[in-house]
Every structure is written in structure tokens, then in C-alpha cells.
């Protein structure tokens, strides 16, 4: 499943990637944010075969050229449609979902979950961001680590970096403290070829990165969707967080997915905004409203050393002489506390 959101060059090319896997059984859902680029239509032109995928990387190029064969059928829905469609009248291997707005990251894959759920003819669900490239036993190898360990509920992927595919960009996820609210990458920026020791990436997730996540039915059913009021930042450590003590969280080195964007910017949210410092004014914003709202629900004992960390980025950006970006830490932490979906950026 993928969201799309004004990315329909990036979508094109992961697309062209996952109807290359060699897994027999499968159905793409792509759920449409409201995107104002008209994304949906050149994803549909793409589909008929009346629009080619291209690639940035000449090393990526093979995972998504020559093309697949085409038309690929399809059917398109309205996010008003899913809960009245009949489970029998839409198999086809690609859907189209469109949501009236932008629902985040969280919304955008809630409204497919919703609409797999309504289906009920899966074992498991892959999340995938846009602006991935996907090797093709990428997914074989999730289902295989999750299949040799029933308690896994979720499983991350090797993801390395689309402009550097020699480069880790995280194996499978993060670990994260909860006194300090701070993550990072577990293997960044290590050699690919480095054979790590999976048993040890295991023990130290804390949270399996987005761009590549395969749930179990199970997991689905027993910890829910993800939580919609963060809208960017902070729901995998959220769905991680309330599937403890039930599910296990796995890492399949073998599968390998290339991201383009990396982990400093927030994927494709942020980077549709016009310029830079427009994308780090929302960046500050969401990461501090989310951090001081995922501590407070869970671990509100931390919340005073976390808060003195968000004072500490505060004053950097006061002294940096960073006046919009130091509002918007401002703002992130007010409307953490008043539950308020606010505008990150400062008028």
C-alpha cells in the first residue's frame, strides 16, 4: 500500500519496482492525499501504458525499466466508497483510493487499512512510501522473517539510500529513548555488503522505520490502526509503543527497499513545500508537538527532560538568529498541550 501525495513521478517509479516482485499474490492500493499536481491522472496514464516511469539514478534504473507489461487494470474509488463495496467486486491487483484532503501519513495509509479490512482476504498488509525503489524478492523476505517467528507483528526491511545504494540508511528502524525523546537510525550510514547481526538490530528497535513496514493481520487486528493526531512524525513509534507486550518487532536483512529521501526531512511532507526554510519551520513544528504529545501519553514521567531538550532547540534557534524556525518551536510545544491542529507555519 502507498500513499501518494503531489508525487506522482516518485509513485510511477515504485510502482514500475513492485509489480516487478516475485511474490505471486498480491493487490497495490494507492490512496491519493488530495494531491493538487494531478497526480491521480498521470498514475492512471501510467497504468494504461500512456506514461513512462523514469529514474534519477542510473544504478536504480533496472529495478524499474524496462516496463511492465500494460494496461495494468485497475479500479478507483472515492474514500466515501470503501465501507459500501462489496469485498467480490474489487480484485483487481491495482485500486485507487482518493480522499477529499490530506489526511498525513498516518490518515493516508488508515484509509487503505480501512479499506483492506472491509475486503478481509489478506495475511498481511506492506507499507510503503512513494519514494521507494523495491528489489524483487523485497517483500518474499519480510513474509519469510515473519513466518519463521509467528510473534512478530511488524517487520522492517534494509532500507538504503536511493542516491547511495551502496549506503544503510537504517536496518529495518530506530531506537528510541523515551527519557530524552530522541531516535536514530540503528546501521546508518554503514557499507551495504556489511553482514549484520540480525538477533542484535532486533534487540535494539525501537520502532520500525515507515518507509518500509509489513504488518500481520494479527498485529492489524489486535493493536488497530495507526494513530491519525500526529499527522507527521511520531506514528510508527506510536503503533510500536501500543503493540508491546503483545507482538514482537522483526528485521528481514534480505529485503532490500532504496529511499530517496532519507531520514533528515520527513520524506515527501516536507518537501513539496515551495522553499527550505519553509520545509525545517514544519519540521521543527511537528517534531516538537510530537514529541511533547507522545511523551505526555506515554511516558509522562519523562516529560520534564524533554521539555528542557525542546528548550535547548529553542535557544539554538534564537541564537542562530532563526526567528520563524524558533515560532514554530514555540508553536509545536503549545499545541502539544492545547490538542489543537494548528498551522506550523507562523504568519
Same mark, same amino acid.
Given at each position: 500500500?502507498?500513499?501518494?501525495?503531489?508525487?506522482?513521478?516518485?509513485?510511477?517509479?515504485?510502482?514500475?519496482?513492485?509489480?516487478?516482485?516475485?511474490?505471486?499474490?498480491?493487490?497495490?492500493?494507492?490512496?491519493?492525499?488530495?494531491?493538487?499536481?494531478?497526480?491521480?491522472?498521470?498514475?492512471?496514464?501510467?497504468?494504461?501504458?500512456?506514461?513512462?516511469?523514469?529514474?534519477?539514478?542510473?544504478?536504480?534504473?533496472?529495478?524499474?525499466?524496462?516496463?511492465?507489461?500494460?494496461?495494468?487494470?485497475?479500479?478507483?474509488?472515492?474514500?466515501?466508497?470503501?465501507?459500501?463495496?462489496?469485498?467480490?467486486?474489487?480484485?483487481?491487483?491495482?485500486?485507487?483510493?482518493?480522499?477529499?484532503?490530506?489526511?498525513?501519513?498516518?490518515?493516508?495509509?488508515?484509509?487503505?487499512?480501512?479499506?483492506?479490512?472491509?475486503?478481509?482476504?489478506?495475511?498481511?498488509?506492506?507499507?510503503?512510501?512513494?519514494?521507494?525503489?523495491?528489489?524483487?524478492?523485497?517483500?518474499?523476505?519480510?513474509?519469510?522473517?515473519?513466518?519463521?517467528?509467528?510473534?512478530?507483528?511488524?517487520?522492517?526491511?534494509?532500507?538504503?539510500?536511493?542516491?547511495?545504494?551502496?549506503?544503510?540508511?537504517?536496518?529495518?528502524?530506530?531506537?528510541?529513548?523515551?527519557?530524552?525523546?530522541?531516535?536514530?537510525?540503528?546501521?546508518?550510514?554503514?557499507?551495504?555488503?556489511?553482514?549484520?547481526?540480525?538477533?542484535?538490530?532486533? @534487540?535494539?528497535?525501537?520502532?520500525?522505520? =515507515? +518507509? *518500509?513496514?509489513?504488518? %500481520?493481520?494479527?498485529? &492489524? /487486528?489486535?493493536?488497530?490502526?495507526?494513530?491519525?493526531?500526529?499527522?507527521?512524525?511520531?506514528?510508527?513509534?506510536?503503533?510500536?509503543?501500543?503493540?508491546?507486550?503483545?507482538?514482537?518487532?522483526?528485521?528481514?536483512?534480505?529485503?532490500?527497499?532504496?529511499?530517496?529521501?532519507?531520514?533528515?526531512?520527513?520524506?515527501?511532507?516536507?518537501?513539496?513545500?515551495?522553499?527550505?526554510?519553509?520545509?525545517?519551520?514544519?519540521?521543527?513544528?511537528?517534531?516538537?508537538?510530537?514529541?511533547?504529545?507522545?511523551?505526555?501519553?506515554?511516558?509522562?514521567?519523562?516529560?520534564?527532560?524533554?521539555?528542557?531538550?525542546?528548550?535547548?532547540?529553542?535557544?539554538?534557534?534564537?541564537?542562530?538568529?532563526?526567528?520563524? @524556525?524558533?515560532?514554530?518551536?514555540?508553536? =509545536? +510545544? *503549545?499545541?502539544?498541550? %492545547?490538542?489543537?491542529? &494548528? /498551522?506550523?507555519?507562523?504568519?
Amino acid at each position: 500500500m502507498i500513499v501518494n501525495w503531489n508525487g506522482w513521478t516518485d509513485t510511477i517509479e515504485c510502482l514500475e519496482s513492485v509489480f516487478r516482485l516475485d511474490h505471486g499474490s498480491f493487490s497495490v492500493i494507492v490512496c491519493d492525499n488530495n494531491s493538487k499536481d494531478g497526480s491521480m491522472e498521470r498514475i492512471v496514464e501510467w497504468a494504461k501504458g500512456e506514461r513512462a516511469a523514469s529514474s534519477a539514478s542510473p544504478e536504480m534504473r533496472s529495478y524499474s525499466n524496462p516496463p511492465v507489461d500494460k494496461p495494468i487494470p485497475f479500479v478507483s474509488l472515492e474514500a466515501s466508497q470503501i465501507n459500501d463495496l462489496r469485498p467480490s467486486a474489487s480484485h483487481e491487483r491495482l485500486i485507487f483510493i482518493k480522499s477529499e484532503k490530506n489526511l498525513g501519513f498516518a490518515g493516508g495509509n488508515n484509509l487503505g487499512l480501512r479499506y483492506i479490512l472491509h475486503r478481509n482476504d489478506h495475511d498481511y498488509v506492506w507499507l510503503l512510501n512513494n519514494d521507494t525503489v523495491v528489489h524483487p524478492k523485497s517483500v518474499g523476505a519480510l513474509i519469510t522473517r515473519m513466518e519463521e517467528d509467528p510473534r512478530i507483528g511488524i517487520c522492517g526491511s534494509k532500507l538504503c539510500f536511493y542516491s547511495a545504494p551502496h549506503l544503510v540508511q537504517a536496518y529495518g528502524g530506530s531506537t528510541y529513548s523515551p527519557l530524552t525523546a530522541r531516535n536514530r537510525h540503528i546501521g546508518i550510514s554503514k557499507p551495504a555488503s556489511v553482514q549484520e547481526d540480525r538477533a542484535s538490530v532486533e @534487540r535494539q528497535l525501537g520502532y520500525i522505520v =515507515g +518507509a *518500509s513496514m509489513l504488518i %500481520s493481520r494479527d498485529f &492489524l /487486528d489486535g493493536v488497530g490502526l495507526m494513530s491519525e493526531d500526529y499527522f507527521l512524525y511520531g506514528e510508527e513509534i506510536d503503533w510500536a509503543t501500543r503493540a508491546k507486550g503483545t507482538f514482537l518487532q522483526g528485521y528481514a536483512p534480505e529485503s532490500l527497499v532504496f529511499h530517496k529521501q532519507g531520514n533528515s526531512m520527513g520524506g515527501q511532507w516536507l518537501t513539496r513545500w515551495s522553499e527550505p526554510e519553509e520545509s525545517f519551520i514544519v519540521s521543527d513544528f511537528y517534531s516538537v508537538r510530537n514529541q511533547l504529545r507522545f511523551t505526555r501519553r506515554y511516558y509522562p514521567r519523562y516529560l520534564p527532560v524533554v521539555a528542557v531538550n525542546i528548550a535547548w532547540r529553542l535557544l539554538k534557534r534564537v541564537l542562530a538568529g532563526k526567528r520563524k @524556525r524558533a515560532w514554530s518551536v514555540l508553536r =509545536g +510545544a *503549545s499545541a502539544a498541550f %492545547s490538542g489543537k491542529l &494548528l /498551522d506550523p507555519a507562523p504568519r
